[in-house]
């Protein structure tokens, strides 16, 4: 497959290479992926600013993380499950439950709870099991949750298929295979 390049500063927008500098002052580097979301300040602009909403909703960082690697899993998205992989154990997981959560399962009741429906909204393309979603509300989730949860896939998904379109190169470590 071919692949995208991976821009230089001096091949984007003065707008993106600003979002460039804020997003390495933040995370102390700039990951490939979102350097290649530069090619478009507008799309880089609107990711970054859809991801900083919803990291201070309803959800914790773990279980950010954690629907995170579900949907990548669930998109095959060797990038984003390799820099979701690194930052879901820097929130507390260890190797074998960011594997058992990439099955959509997890050892915490309420976190298998939301991840089997984000796993199942993934899979079905926004679609919705009526029983998992019963026991999302019964775990104590409102409606609030409910259209965050949807919000955290749909971010994950475009960072999922602009993985897929560009094949930008892996700049985490490799998360292993499930199949």
Do not use: W
């Amino acid at each position: 497959m071919e692949t995208i390049k991976v821009p230089t500063r001096e091949e984007v927008s003065p707008e993106s290479r600003a979002m460039f500098d804020h997003i390495t002052q933040k995370i102390g580097k700039l990951p490939n992926l979102y350097a290649v979301i530069g090619y478009s300040p507008a799309t880089l602009k609107g990711f970054l600013q859809f991801d900083s909403a919803l990291s201070s909703g309803v959800f914790s960082s773990r279980e950010r993380e954690a629907i995170y690697l579900v949907v990548s899993e669930v998109n095959e998205c060797r990038y984003c499950l390799a820099a979701h992989t690194v930052t879901a154990k820097n929130n507390g997981f260890n190797h074998d439950e960011t594997i058992n959560i990439r099955k959509g399962i997890s050892y915490e009741t309420r976190l298998t709870t939301v991840i089997r429906l984000a796993k199942y909204i993934a899979e079905n393309q926004g679609q919705v099991d009526p029983v998992l979603l019963c026991d999302f509300f019964e775990a104590g989730y409102n409606e609030d949750a409910l259209i965050e949860l949807i919000g955290l896939v749909a971010l994950r998904t475009f960072t999922n298929y602009v993985y897929a379109v560009t094949g930008v190169p892996l700049d985490f470590p490799e998360a292993i295979s499930l199949k």
